[in-house]
Every structure is written in C-alpha cells, then in structure tokens.
C-alpha cells in the first residue's frame, strides 16, 4: 500500500518556540489514522502543514507525492481542492442555508449545471442522514446536526483526503457514535484517506486503523489500536485510560506553596 502523506524530518515552530522536533509519520491510501496528545502538544499544526496553511521550517510534508514546500500559491490550491477539511465546530457559514452550505464548493470549484449541483447536494445531505433539513439555516440545528451537515460539505467534491480537527467535541454521546460511524463508512465507501485529530480516545479505538502519540513536539508511541491500549509507556497508559496520576500533573510546576503565602519552610 502506497502513503498519501509523508511527513519526514518535520521541525516547526512559532517565533522562537519550537513545536514539532523531528517528526516521521505517514499516511497509507485508504487509511483512517488518528493523531492523539494533550492540547498544545502541535496536533492541529500538523493538520495545517499537511493542507499547506504552513510550510515547514525544516524537512519535508509531501502530499499524493507532490514537496508542498515547493509549491506556488497556485498548485497549493489545486492541490487543496482535492483535501476536505471538517473544522472542530463545523464552521458553517451562519447566513446560508444547510442547501447552500452544501452546495457552496461545487458553485465555487466547478462548471457543473444548477440541477446537477442540485442533485448531489442532495445526494450528501442523505449520505448524513439530513436531507430533509435543507432549508434551514445553521442557527435552527442542533450541534450534532451541524457537524453532520459540515461533514455533508467537507466531502462535497468527494476529495482525496479528509482532515478532521476534534470532530467529536461538544457532542452527546448518540451524536458522537453518528459521527464517528460516518467518518468510517464515508472513508470506506468514497476511497478517501482521513486524518484525525483528537481528544476522544474510546470513540477514536473504535474506528481507526492507526494511531500516533504526541507529546512535547515528537511522537512518543504509534500503532494500531490494540497495540496502543495494551501500551505500558506510562504517559500513553495515563492518556487511553484518563487516569488522574502518571507522568502528566495534576498541579502546574510552581514555586513552593510557602514562597507564595510567605512562609518558612518547603510547605508545597
């Protein structure tokens, strides 16, 4: 099986602080891979530099084969019409309909006719089990019905990969399990390859293939979801099983509690 993303070498960082150090991480077609780690640790960063928002300072992101450093602006955005993007709250535009969201790339991307268009807006809407919401505008969904019809738009032009950022987050626990099953059958069922970064680890374990740990800029652990839940590295174990204690703190590194409250002695 061939990568349709390679990652290789890969040091970023914003300004002086350096927030990805020597990473490697590839992307097989057809794979559904997910990047786990503690907020700030450079998940998203890595989504943005595999949809060449950002170039890396050093080593090289390739894409379907193509060095994104080396594009012009505009192969960059030939290439990201074939990238679809699920943003972590949906991010649909609040003053057009579900329809026009949904339909809004195809208007943008193609010369396809209106009725064409018409019909495969349809089509997707279906494919998430909205059609019969069309008319309404963003404001009259609820948030899981928002993410669906966001992930109705991010496949519209049916690309070759698809970025999720937190598409779990805020959802109740029906809405959840909804999603989590479309991000399978839509990667199945349409030959994409996804990349998904996220917090929820048991919902994740369910339907990925693969899975890298960040932590502190480099990846600490990868491997399929067995592999990683019988992991003993104990920042990995902390994070599969939510466990209050391990290498990761409770407290915030601190000056003694007597040095705050003016106190003798090592009192913490």
């Known amino acids: 099986m061939t990568n349709l993303v390679e990652i290789s ?26 990047i786990m780690g503690l907020s700030g640790c450079g998940k998203t960063t890595l989504l943005r530099l595999m949809g060449g928002q950002l170039q890396a300072q050093q080593g090289s992101v390739r894409v379907a084969g193509q060095e994104l450093n080396h594009m012009d602006e505009r192969q960059l955005y030939a290439m990201r019409r074939r990238i679809g993007m699920l943003f972590q709250f949906g991010a649909l535009f609040t003053d057009l309909t579900v329809f026009d969201n949904v339909a809004f790339q ?8 209106e009725s064409m268009i018409r019909d495969l807006t349809l089509m997707k809407l279906n494919a998430v089990g909205l059609r019969g919401v069309q008319s309404l505008m963003p404001s009259e969904l609820s948030g899981g019905m928002a993410r ?3 992930l109705a738009r991010a496949t519209a032009l049916d690309p070759q990969l698809m970025l999720y950022d937190e598409p779990f987050t805020g959802l109740d626990p029906i809405s959840l399990g909804a999603i989590g099953r479309l ?5 199945d069922a349409l030959g994409i390859t996804s990349v998904l970064v996220t917090h929820d680890v048991q919902e994740s374990m369910k339907i990925v293939d693969y899975i890298y740990f960040v932590a502190d800029g480099v990846i600490v652990a990868q491997g399929s ?19 209050a204690d391990g290498p990761m703190p409770f407290h915030y590194p601190s000056q003694t509690m007597g040095a705050d409250f003016g106190l003798a002695g090592e009192v913490r």
């Open 9 to 34: 070498d890969l040091n970023f960082g914003y300004g002086e602080s350096l927030v990805l150090k020597g990473i490697n991480l590839t992307v097989p077609r057809g794979s559904l891979v997910a």
């Open 106 to 113: 195809m208007r943008e991307h193609t010369d396809l006719p």
């Open 148 to 150: 669906r019809v966001a």
């Open 183 to 187: 991000v399978r059958q839509f990667n």
């Open 225 to 243: 979801p067995a592999e990683i839940r019988a992991s003993t590295l104990p920042f990995v174990h902390q994070f599969v099983w939510g466990e």
